[in-house]
């Protein structure tokens, strides 16, 4: 099933998760993966492209969130998708886009500590450079990019469905409010 919902609509993000577990009859894990990105010199930079970015990178994860809880049974999970631009910033222009994934961090370690006690776990996978549509392999910064990655590759998104999909899974019930980035050792 899909369903089309914008991440930056409070009432979208509810119907979303509404209509999920009407149409499955329940929710086990939400994957809080939207997000977009604008570039500029903070001096330069618009309020509609900081208001953006804060309402779809921060806002629709904790909104998302806020709506699945009530859902979630025992054993549930909650994994967000970060930046490994978190913690380390290589471009000035990334600076308030850096910023929204900062804090996805402390969302996650905060959640895992809210709802450790109902056994639902909290994670966060903080992808590098990825080829997705937002950052292609043969975009004009990617040799830039590749540079700074001891395994000389960008990732692929299955490499970062696969720290999902094991997050999700039983093997990881003793894991929560854990950063898990998958950058090819960018930040090592």
């Known amino acids: 099933m899909a369903i089309q919902a914008d991440s930056a609509d409070p009432a979208a993000i509810q119907r979303s998760v ?48 806020k709506a699945a809880i009530p859902h979630l049974p025992a054993g549930g999970r909650i994994i967000n998708i970060g930046s490994a631009g978190a913690e380390r910033i290589v471009g000035s222009p990334g600076t308030v886009y850096y910023m929204t994934k900062s804090a996805i961090q402390s969302l996650t370690r905060g959640l895992a500590q809210e709802l450790g006690p109902r056994d639902i776990t909290v994670n966060t996978v903080q992808p590098g450079s990825t080829n997705t549509e937002m950052n292609p392999e ?32 039983p093997a990881a019930r003793q894991i929560t409010g854990t950063i898990l980035t998958v950058d090819g050792g960018a930040l090592s």
């Open 18 to 65: 509404q209509d999920t577990v009407a149409q499955l009859g329940g929710l086990d894990i939400l994957v809080n993966n939207a997000a977009i990105a604008r570039y500029s010199p903070i001096a330069d930079y618009l309020v509609e492209d900081i208001d953006a970015q804060l309402a779809v990178n921060i806002r629709g994860p904790i909104l998302a969130s």
């Open 138 to 169: 043969d975009g004009e910064y990617a040799d830039f990019q590749r540079a700074l990655i001891p395994l000389g590759r960008y990732g692929q998104p299955e490499d970062v469905a696969a720290a999902v999909a094991f997050l999700a899974s």
